[in-house]
C-alpha cells in the first residue's frame, strides 16, 4: 500500500511540474532575456561623421556637465556655442546644424536656473522638437559617470536619449545597461569611453 501511495505521490509532482512550467525553461522571463520582447541585442558605436558645425549645447538636467562638456571639447579645440536654458522660442535653429545635449539632473542647478524637474523637461522636449522639425543631428552626452545617475538624472536619460542621433556615454554612466537598452532598442549607435579627455577625442569624431 505504502509504495503504491509513493507512486501516486511522485505522479502527481510530475504532472504538477509540467502544469508550472519548468524554471529553466524560457517562459516568464525578466526583461532583457532571451526570448523577451525587450531583448538588447549587439549596440555598435559610430562608425563615420553623421553631424556638421555649426553646434549648440544645453542641458537636460542642469547639472554642471553641459557647461563641463563645453570646456572639454574647447581644450580639445572644438568650439561650440552653449545654452544651458534655452528655449525653443530663442533657439534659432537656422543658425545650428547639430544640437548636443549634456544630459545629468541636479538638484541645486534646477534650483539655480528656477525650474523643477517638470519644467525643465518640458524646456528640453520643445528644444528637441523644434530641432527635429529643422532636421538637426542631435547628440546625446552623459559625461558625469555612476555619479550622475540616480532617479532625477534617470528621467531626462529616459525622456531624451531615445531622440538621439548618436550617444556618449562616460564608463560607469551605463553599468546597469541603461542606455546599451535604450541604444538597442532605437537602433542608436553609441559609444563608451573610460574618461572625460576622451570625451575630447571621440565626439569630435562624429563631425563632418
Sequence with gaps: MKKVLSFVLAGAMVLSLAACGDP?????????????????????????????TPALITSA??????????????????????????GADSFDTSA???????????QKGLGAAGVDADVEQERVDAV?????????????AHIGGSAR??????????AVSPKADYLLVVAGGDDDGLFTQIASENGIPMDTVETLADVGTVLPKAFK
Design 149 to 158: 545617475r540616480g532617479e532625477l538624472s534617470d528621467g531626462f536619460i529616459s
Design 128 to 140: 528637441i522638437a523644434k530641432a527635429e522639425e529643422a532636421d538637426m543631428t542631435i547628440i546625446v
Design 96 to 106: 545650428y546644424k547639430t544640437l548636443i545635449i549634456g544630459v545629468g539632473g541636479s
Design 24 to 52: 529553466g525553461s524560457t517562459s516568464g522571463q525578466a526583461p532583457g532575456s532571451a526570448g523577451s520582447s525587450t531583448q538588447v541585442t549587439e549596440v555598435t558605436g559610430l562608425t563615420e561623421p553623421i553631424a556638421e
Design 61 to 86: 538636467g542642469q547639472s554642471a556637465d553641459a557647461s563641463m562638456l563645453s570646456a572639454i571639447l574647447e581644450k580639445a579645440g572644438f568650439s561650440c556655442d552653449i545654452e544651458t536654458s534655452i
